[in-house]
């Protein structure tokens, strides 16, 4: 599997083409709004119509990354539902997909903004997890250091070939990680908006997902934060 391997706060992290987070050392795997559940959400409430399918392409995707690592452990940045309690209401075959994944594998959900409080699956439900020098949480905070978070699902734009693309993508300074999405259909929020052009500091680079992860500086709209 390609991987962009790299150093951030003393760890030694690679961001798989998936948008996934691998850290070796501690046999971890971390992903970030997988928003499962979000067709049927979207469905029952009258709003975009989505295939609904997105959910087992979710997670036969992470079952890919921990077929491909054997991480013992995966640590879920929030947001892993899009709505609190669509835990206990996914189809049954979804349900059983999700504890044949978690078999013999700790297993973290840190709460985020659209599943916040415990979830009824296996599991260690947490508001932030400290592991090593790394800082697990969902949304980025003022003044953290090793932090790694998600919340925003950035994506950057490229040209390739006289060709603009689009791809998400992990952003990554000196004191911080923001993850992309991994679930299906989730969207993001361009590179060079001004919420994550103040969040990333000098010297931020974007690694991009897709078949051969590497890291590009962070475009960015306004002057990075002094």
């Not at 599991?123 to 790694?148: K, N, Q, S, W, Y």
Request: aromatic share 6%; with cysteine; proline share 7%.
């Amino acid at each position: 599997m390609n991987a962009h391997a790299f150093s951030f706060h003393g760890a030694q992290l690679r961001a798989l083409p998936s948008g996934a987070l691998h850290w070796p050392e501690r046999s971890v795997l971390i992903v970030s709004d997988l928003h499962l559940g979000k067709a049927a959400r979207l469905s029952a409430v009258g709003g975009a119509a989505l295939p609904p399918y997105e959910t087992r392409e979710t997670l036969s995707r992470l079952a890919d990354d921990l077929d491909a690592t054997d991480a013992a452990r995966v640590i879920c940045l929030g947001d892993s539902f899009d709505a609190a309690g669509l835990d206990a209401h996914l189809p049954e075959d979804d349900l059983l997909f999700i504890a044949r994944l978690q078999a013999g594998r700790d297993w973290d959900w840190i709460e985020g903004n659209h599943d916040p409080g415990p979830v009824t699956l296996s599991g260690t439900h947490r508001a932030d997890l400290a592991l090593g020098p790394l800082v697990f949480r969902h949304i980025a905070t003022a003044g953290a250091a090793g932090e790694v978070s998600g919340h925003y699902h950035p994506k950057v734009r490229i040209n390739a070939r006289g060709r603009g693309l689009s791809m998400p993508c992990f952003l990554v300074d000196g004191k911080r990680l923001v993850m992309p999405a991994f679930g299906a259909y989730t969207g993001g929020l361009w590179t060079d908006s001004a919420v994550l052009s103040a969040l990333m500091g000098d010297g931020a680079q974007a690694i991009l997902t897709g078949k051969r992860p590497c890291a590009i500086p962070m475009p960015r709209r306004i002057p990075a934060r002094t």
